[in-house]
């Protein structure tokens, strides 16, 4: 059976036979270590482990922050390089909307292993935001692919990259509260 330590200082955990000199996360000696038992079965610690959505949510993060750059970029150029970059922004939109669902399933998945239910506060935030920037996300494919033409068009496509972003930022902020929660048991 594995044994674990964390670090009384940081609370970085890890394998007992891993630990060097110094901790690897703050670099205090290794006395500062001591035995920790986990208080969750083996089972769901090694799916936690996994950090599925920790890194599915990098994507729609990524996209949201890419597509609105761009679009910013767009705007203050002209030529060639403002349509390609506008051309990327309709491809990142395409994915955008798949992406924000994996996040969205790998999430309500964790939230259920790590919390055993779905009906904590941070929780039911999460998936309403999740909720408003897939439908958010919807709307800016509809919007890109309908009407993207004058600049009033494209600056509600902005205005969404802009929600989207928020979205994005308001998740991320809520998610990392809790990474290291999770129920006993």
Do not use: Q
């Not at 940081?10 to 036979?17: A, V």
């Not at 936690?48 to 890194?55: G, K, S």
């Not at 909307?97 to 506060?121: E, M």
């Not at 919807?138 to 928020?166: D, G, H």
Request: aromatic content about 10%; hydrophobic content about 45%; glycine content about 6%.
């Amino acid at each position: 059976m594995k044994k674990y330590v964390i670090c009384k200082v940081c609370g970085f955990i890890m394998e007992e036979k891993d630990l060097k000199d110094v901790c690897p996360a703050c670099g205090v000696p290794k006395t500062a270590f001591v035995e920790y038992k986990s208080k969750v079965s083996e089972k769901r610690e090694n799916f936690l482990n996994l950090h599925l959505h920790p890194i599915t949510v990098h994507f729609p993060e990524a996209i949201a922050v890419f597509s609105t750059g761009f679009l910013i970029l767009s705007f203050l150029l002209s030529g060639s390089f403002s349509e390609n970059l506008l051309t990327t922004v309709k491809i990142l939109s395409i994915f955008f909307p798949i992406t924000v669902l994996i996040a969205i399933i790998s999430g309500i998945y964790d939230g259920k292993v790590r919390f055993k239910k779905l009906s904590p506060p941070y929780l039911k935030i999460k998936i309403y935001l999740g909720i408003i920037l897939f439908v958010s996300s919807i709307l800016t494919i509809v919007l890109i692919e309908t009407s993207f033409r004058t600049l009033p068009e494209k600056a509600i496509v902005f205005v969404l990259s802009i929600v989207n972003l928020a979205t994005c930022t308001a998740l991320g902020k809520i998610g990392g509260k809790l990474t290291d929660s999770k129920m006993p048991g």
